[in-house]
């Protein structure tokens, strides 16, 4: 019936016809293969409890699965229409570099949904990373994926790989060598957000700088100071620095020692000691359980008190009205104790010693014998003969 054709195009007519039926065939084994994955991954989310991934699951898988398809259409195709074993290759190999970018495609997608949201990552991986590291994460493994696409699809094509990775180590070297000041910085920035000693609007104290925190960078934090200075810190000074955060104290200690001369009586002492005692338990901003009124140690000199307790309230503002208070009531237990206080281990200064009164039996100091008048005061005349000698 087709005898009229020519040979030639009968066989290219053939294999036309065998291609779209392939084309057909595997757009079917897509769908069957679609509606499969939607049916497990349905199961499986069910009993996950998490419904609301299917979207997303679809979102990440469907554009690959369409690749794949297109991977396998490249290997049919080059069966069909080429007798020659190294063309059958070449199409063999692009079916292959399809494939890999489909499946890195997948990954590439599974990452950025993953590493969207702090909350999400901890629900579906179990895995907890601070929101401000989740950027770097992401485009780490990101830019990973897609390097060892390209690798895995150059050795594909026979090009030697070993030479271009060691090119790259030394490169990344150099690279890491000419920043190493910024990498260090980079890391210590990932070491702060991830420890978190301290976040922005907390007050911390370091051996250099004192003041809030108003942002953390990626190669510096700012630091706001008492008197309003800026000053920018490098991250890796501040990550390797003891850094005292005082917004995280739940409480602020007050440490008093005080210094009580011998000879006071003792009953005075155990009264005053009393009262202090009554005066804390009786505050409410004032820990009962740590509150610490003793006598501690006999010095040379006086008798020292240890007084120590916490106030309850992280404000340091409300802190020094507080201890304000509670101090000027001590003041006064100490007045109603008829208890002297000085420094500790200290004595009261004592007064200075009079001037002596001159008396009938005092020597009476002879006053200077004035120079003769011919004759040059000693001290004068030998400053005078120096001078005229030099």
Known sequence: MLDFIPQPVRD???????IIAAYLVLRLVQKL?????????????????RPDLETAVDKIFAGPLRILVWAGMSVVAGLILFDDLSLRLVTARIAQCIAIIAVGLAIYRLIAFLFIDS?????????RIEPALLPFFRTGLQLVTVILGALIVLQTWGFEITSLTVGLGIGSLA??????????????????????????????????????????????????????????????KLANAAVVNTTQL????????????????????????NDIRARLAADADVEKETATVNMRRMGAQSMEVMIRFYILTRDFK???????????????????????????????PAPAAPAAIPGPNTPAIPPPTPPKPDEPDRNVGGLLGRRGGS
Do not use: C, W
Not at 12 to 18: A, K, M, N, S, T
Not at 177 to 191: E, G, I, K, P
Not at 330 to 343: C, Y
């Open 12 to 18: 290219i007519l053939v294999r036309v016809l065998l």
């Open 33 to 49: 293969i679609d509606r499969s994955l939607d049916l497990l991954t349905v199961r499986v989310l069910r009993r996950l409890n």
């Open 119 to 127: 909350a999400r990552l901890k629900s579906i991986a179990n895995l």
């Open 175 to 236: 690279v890491s060598l000419a920043a190493q000041d910024t990498l260090s910085n980079l890391f210590a920035f990932v070491a702060i957000v991830g420890d978190r000693p301290f976040v922005v609007g907390d007050y911390i104290v370091t051996p250099d700088v004192e003041g809030t925190v108003e942002m953390v960078g990626l190669r510096s934090t700012r630091i706001r100071q008492f008197d309003q200075s800026f000053v920018t810190v490098p991250n890796n």
């Open 250 to 273: 739940s409480k602020r200690v007050v440490d008093v020692t005080l210094g009580i001369p011998y000879g006071t009586p003792a009953a005075h002492i155990s009264n005053m000691l």
């Open 318 to 348: 409300k802190f020094l009205g507080i201890q304000e208070r509670i101090l000027f009531d001590m003041m006064q237990i100490f007045e109603r104790s008829g208890v002297t206080v000085n420094r500790p281990g200290g004595a009261p």
